[in-house]
């Protein structure tokens, strides 16, 4: 029933920008916050940017902080990634997570989140 569906994915050249984009819907108890992991090939997945639903309150990852914007719309159920100055190491492929288990959102281990989406794939070229 509950379903996250990310947006925006795409190539872009280093230095560029991106915009993703992550649907909510479905009924999610609790849902305290919401946010984006991301995996490149060879690698675990880590964490990228979380925010609070009801102060908006953010957490970044250091590798993003400075470059990623995260934000959201409650009205929409929706919560946006804005990324700037895209280097090659950000390409990966990038999901939404919904509902912190412990209420806490800034913590960055997967198994934390609750609900996940299908990921949406950025690649990012020099």
């Known amino acids: 029933q509950v379903q996250l569906v990310e947006s925006g994915g795409g190539s872009v050249q280093a230095g560029g920008s991106l915009r993703l984009s992550c649907a909510a819907s479905?009924?999610?108890?609790?849902?305290?916050?919401m946010g984006w992991f991301r995996q490149a090939p060879g690698k675990e997945r880590e964490g990228v940017a979380r925010?609070?639903?009801?102060?908006?309150?953010?957490y970044y990852d250091d590798s993003v902080k400075g470059r990623f914007t995260i934000s959201q719309d409650n009205a929409k159920n929706t919560v946006y990634l804005q990324m700037n100055n895209l280097k090659p190491e950000d390409t990966a492929m990038y999901y939404c997570?919904?509902?912190?288990?412990?209420?806490?959102?800034?913590?960055?281990?997967?198994?934390?989140?609750?609900?996940w989406g299908q990921g949406t794939q950025v690649t990012v070229s020099s």
């Open positions: 997570v919904a509902v912190s288990r412990t209420g806490w959102c800034g913590a960055n281990v997967p198994k934390e989140y609750l609900y």
């Open positions: 925010i609070y639903r009801n102060d908006g309150n953010t």
């Open positions: 479905g009924y999610m108890y609790s849902r305290n916050c």
